[in-house]
Structure formats: C-alpha cells, structure tokens
C-alpha cells in the first residue's frame, strides 16, 4: 500500500511542471489553460536511507521501495461543477484519489498567463474549494432526496437523512466536508462511502521562483494563513527547480541543493508530508535475498501488517518477530541485535511502529 495523490490547482499554476519533474513521466507543459486533459499518472520510488543501511547489512541483491502514485489532474476553474472548463471530468478524477496536493501559483511572471489576470493565492484557493463544495452539495442532495423518500415507509432511515441534511447545511456555509461534526458512526455509514471531494487531505504546494525557495515571500505567507486555520500542511517548491535536480545524475543532486541552501528536494517533502497526512508508516521485510519497503497506516496491528505481503500472512498469522531500525543500524547484526535482548516476539495485539523489520510466521 502506497498512496495516491492527485496534483490540483488553476491552469497554469505549475502542476504539469512539477509532475514531469517528479515522475519524469513526460506529460506536456505549455503556457497555456486545459494542456492537460487526461489525467498524467506516474509513480515515483520513495527515497529512504533506511533501504540503504539495511541493504549493506544483508547484502541484498533485490530492493523494492515503497512508492508514491501521482495524479496529474486537468487545471479547474470557475464554474467546474456545472461543467466549464473540464467540469465534471476533473472532479471525477479527483474521487479517486486519497490525498490532494493543491499547487498555488506564488510567484510573478508576465510571461506565464493567469487565468484570472493576476495572482491572488487566497482568490486561488477559494475558487477551488467553492468548485467541489457545490459538487459535493449535488452528492449530498442525491443521497438526501433517496433517503427522505427510504424514510417515509421506515422511520429507521430518518437517522441518515438527518445526516445528509446536517452535512449539506455545513456544506453550504462554505465549509468543507472533512470540518464537519461527524461521529464515528456516520463516518463509518454513510460519509466515508460518498467519497466527498472536500472530505479528502490536502496539503498546500507553493510554488516560486527558485530566487525564493528558502525564503518564501508574501504569496506564501498568505497561503500559510489559510492552512493554518485550516490546521492543513504547507510545502515550499519551485517547479523549475525540481525539474533541473530531476535532470541530473542521483550522485549530483545533494551537491546542487546544498548549494541552494536545501535539505531536502521538493518531492522528499511532498512525500514526506503526504505520508503524515495520510497517516502512513513504512515497516521493512529485510533478508539476504530482498529488502523491501512497505506502507501501512499508523494504529495498525501486526497482522494488518502481514496482511499487506499477503492476504495469507493476515488469515494464518501466529506471531511476528519485530526488530527496530535504529537498533539493527547501532549493533549491525542480527545476532548482535538477538544477544542484546532487543528481538521481541509479538503477537496479535501488537501496533506496528514506524521502522519496524519484522519476520512473521502463519499457518498456511
């Protein structure tokens, strides 16, 4: 289980640029609204140097990372719900994502249009969110209008369609669906099913001019406003300048962003943060043969765990053998790790942690 993130904002805003850059899958970038029209998808290998360590100690010739699936999804503007633009073609898309990475133009260029004529992150966002709030408000008046009708023959479904009115009535003071006071009950009944567009984690990808990537500007600071009262992330970017680190061998690319003052490129911290926003955590299957990643959601118990290698792992489990990261790094052997008392046996009730090299064992 990787993730799936679906790259949105105006026309122009740089998305496109971005995904090239990130997936080096090739979709098109031109000064111009609507280039992309089908979705661009492309998957991106997530760097980890935990892989690397654990590679050395077990000397594995086969490594499987985890990895990031990016949608590139056609530039919306005003009035996409009732169909302008792509319309309902973009927003179909969107459905089918589980995370949103909302690109805002925060630079200025005379050269690259804005579909509005200027730059305005706060106009930006809110154009957006208005567009799949009144979508989500036409899934929600569906799903009331079947249940009113359900409920005048059995009372048992009033509960649900109180529900969708009190979700419409949120909807339609411009709030979106994931603020929304909802118990766990209704979550698990009837929100989570209507897979609302406005109910799906978004982080905020600013994008600017390489000259500003460490020290932002007042487009990002506005951008910051929102998120903070939103309690959403924000991540800094230039499009331009992932597009020259994606062009250059891997063994170059940390010299050329030490170089522009970065810790980290931009796509380690949209991974970084998606990972977090999604609540996602990477355990490790390491052995002479093959280290590989994977990802599981954070809460999860040891034989969810052995249920993502295979669904026969989760159905026999019996017990998992658990070491951590940090202690395989510091005493660099199993064995080391084994004498020092710090291989657990867990069972059933065990909540995996984040770095966790686990061996289980199950029925077959």
Same mark, same amino acid.
């Given at each position: 289980?990787?993730?799936?993130?679906?790259?949105?904002?105006?026309?122009?805003?740089?998305?496109?640029?971005?995904?090239?850059?990130?997936?080096?899958?090739?979709?098109?970038?031109?000064?111009?609204?609507?280039?992309?029209?089908?979705?661009?998808?492309?998957?991106?290998?997530?760097?980890?140097? $935990?892989?690397?360590?654990?590679?050395?100690?077990?000397?594995?010739?086969?490594?499987?990372?985890?990895?990031?699936?990016?949608?590139?999804?056609?530039?919306?503007?005003?009035?996409?719900?009732?169909?302008?633009?792509?319309?309902?073609?973009?927003?179909?898309?969107?459905?089918?994502?589980?995370?949103?990475?909302?690109?805002?133009?925060?630079?200025?260029?005379?050269?690259?249009?804005?579909?509005?004529?200027?730059?305005?992150?706060?106009?930006?966002?809110?154009?957006?969110?208005?567009?799949?709030?009144?979508?989500?408000?036409?899934?929600?008046?569906?799903?009331?209008?079947?249940?009113? $009708?359900?409920?005048?023959?059995?009372?048992?479904?009033?509960?649900?369609?109180?529900?969708?009115?009190?979700?419409?009535?949120?909807?339609?003071?411009?709030?979106?669906?994931?603020?929304?006071?909802?118990?766990?009950?209704?979550?698990?009944?009837?929100?989570?099913?209507?897979?609302?567009?406005?109910?799906?984690?978004?982080?905020?990808?600013?994008?600017?001019?390489?000259?500003?990537?460490?020290?932002?500007?007042?487009?990002?600071?506005?951008?910051?406003?929102?998120?903070?009262?939103?309690?959403?992330?924000?991540?800094?970017?230039?499009?331009?300048?992932?597009?020259?680190?994606?062009?250059?061998?891997?063994?170059?690319?940390?010299?050329?962003?030490?170089?522009?003052?970065?810790?980290?490129?931009?796509?380690?911290?949209?991974?970084?943060?998606?990972?977090?926003?999604?609540?996602?955590?990477?355990?490790?299957?390491?052995?002479?043969?093959?280290?590989?990643?994977?990802?599981?959601?954070?809460?999860?118990?040891?034989?969810?765990?052995?249920?993502?290698?295979?669904?026969?792992?989760?159905?026999?489990?019996?017990?998992?053998?658990?070491?951590?990261?940090?202690?395989?790094?510091?005493?660099?052997?199993?064995?080391?790790?084994?004498?020092?008392?710090?291989?657990?046996?867990?069972?059933?009730?065990?909540?995996?942690?984040?770095?966790?090299?686990?061996?289980?064992?199950?029925?077959?």
């Amino acid at each position: 289980m990787g993730f799936n993130c679906g790259i949105v904002g105006l026309p122009n805003v740089g998305k496109s640029t971005l995904f090239n850059a990130i997936t080096a899958a090739g979709a098109e970038a031109a000064n111009y609204p609507f280039c992309t029209i089908e979705p661009n998808v492309g998957v991106v290998l997530v760097a980890d140097e $935990r892989i690397d360590k654990l590679v050395a100690i077990y000397n594995s010739p086969k490594i499987v990372p985890s990895s990031i699936e990016f949608v590139d999804i056609a530039g919306l503007v005003k009035g996409a719900s009732k169909g302008e633009g792509l319309g309902n073609q973009f927003l179909s898309h969107i459905r089918d994502v589980d995370a949103i990475a909302h690109v805002v133009r925060c630079f200025d260029d005379p050269n690259v249009i804005h579909v509005d004529g200027s730059v305005d992150p706060k106009r930006d966002i809110e154009v957006i969110e208005t567009e799949l709030i009144l979508k989500d408000l036409e899934t929600i008046e569906k799903k009331q209008q079947d249940a009113d $009708r359900r409920a005048k023959s059995d009372k048992k479904f009033k509960p649900e369609a109180d529900f969708y009115g009190k979700v419409k009535e949120h909807l339609a003071t411009g709030r979106l669906a994931r603020y929304a006071s909802v118990s766990n009950d209704e979550e698990r009944l009837w929100l989570r099913d209507m897979h609302l567009l406005t109910n799906k984690p978004v982080m905020y990808v600013c994008n600017v001019h390489e000259k500003e990537i460490t020290t932002g500007n007042a487009y990002v600071e506005r951008v910051r406003e929102i998120a903070a009262k939103e309690g959403a992330k924000v991540v800094v970017v230039s499009a331009a300048v992932e597009a020259e680190v994606a062009e250059l061998p891997a063994a170059d690319r940390k010299e050329f962003l030490d170089g522009l003052g970065l810790k980290e490129s931009g796509l380690q911290q949209v991974v970084r943060e998606g990972m977090d926003l999604l609540g996602l955590i990477t355990f490790f299957t390491a052995g002479p043969k093959e280290v590989h990643a994977w990802t599981l959601r954070k809460g999860a118990m040891a034989p969810e765990a052995a249920g993502v290698i295979h669904t026969d792992f989760e159905k026999g489990f019996i017990r998992a053998e658990i070491m951590k990261c940090d202690d395989l790094f510091r005493l660099k052997t199993e064995a080391a790790v084994k004498s020092a008392g710090l291989l657990h046996v867990e069972g059933r009730e065990y909540v995996m942690e984040d770095g966790d090299i686990c061996h289980f064992l199950f029925n077959v």
